[in-house]
């Protein structure tokens, strides 16, 4: 049972090129969170999927990001013109259920994006 | 909004001692739940130990345990014989309980860096 995957592992673009990062959570898991880990610091919560919808969007930039996680494939982190400060490690995280109480969050190991 | 610190941005213990790690947290609610998570160089997220906060005994793991005070809102992690293999950042987390609603979203504190000496 292969665990959360992300890729690419690591992803350097240009300035105001676009960033697409790539999430397939573990099979079986319709739940999965986006957290942005700037460098020296913790994870910070960006945004909760379920299939085809968009649950919690409070920890992303109103503007150049989006994620979708679409009924077939992996869940998408797309960033349009990044900037220099865009730069930091991206973590996707997969759950089986709104369980609570014996859920536990699956983490994969992250794409780092250096921005040019 | 619920905030998590770690005061201590790194730390180091000889193998085969105990160290302990702190970690406070502020919150209204009182269903709630604590982790720390461990991140290797590889920078993979690994769970090391939860704690429901309607429990009152403390969390254990093999070698890890906490010392949870919830009304000092204090939640720490105690590493007992230290490996060469516990190097590593290590993360407080706090996440709403069920009857707040919503995601199941972590807030994070900014981390700690542990050293373990050989």
């Known amino acids: 049972n292969a665990g959360v995957m992300q890729n690419p592992r690591h992803l350097v673009r240009r300035r105001g090129q676009e960033a697409r990062l790539r999430c397939s959570p573990m099979?079986?898991?319709?739940?999965v969170y986006w957290y942005r880990q700037l460098p020296e610091e913790g994870l910070k919560f960006m945004v909760y999927l379920q299939k085809e919808n968009i649950i919690d969007e409070s920890g992303m930039p109103k503007e150049r990001f989006s994620a979708e996680f679409p009924k077939e494939g992996p869940s998408i982190l797309r960033i349009q013109q990044v900037v220099r400060g865009d730069s930091a490690a991206y973590f996707c995280?997969?759950?089986?259920?709104?369980?609570?109480?014996?859920?536990?969050?699956?983490f994969g190991s992250g794409t780092q994006l250096s921005v040019l | 909004a619920q905030t998590v610190t770690q005061s201590q941005p790194e730390m180091s213990v000889q193998e085969a001692e105990t160290v302990t790690l702190s970690c406070t947290y502020d919150?209204?609610?009182?269903?709630?739940?604590l982790f720390w998570y461990k991140q290797p160089p590889s920078r993979q997220m690994i769970l090391v130990i939860r704690?429901?906060?309607?429990?009152?005994q403390n969390a254990t793991e093999n070698r890890f345990s906490v010392n949870f005070q919830k009304a000092a809102k204090s939640f720490s992690l105690k590493i007992s014989d230290s490996q060469l293999g516990d190097a590593a950042m290590y993360f407080c987390a706090y996440r709403a309980g069920l009857t707040q609603g919503g995601s199941e979203k972590l807030v994070f504190g900014k981390g700690m860096k542990l050293t373990v000496n050989p």
């Open positions: 099979k079986g898991h319709s739940h």
């Open positions: 919150t209204s609610e009182s269903d709630y739940y």
């Open positions: 995280a997969s759950s089986p259920r709104f369980s609570g109480r014996n859920e536990k969050l699956f």
């Open positions: 704690q429901e906060a309607y429990k009152q």
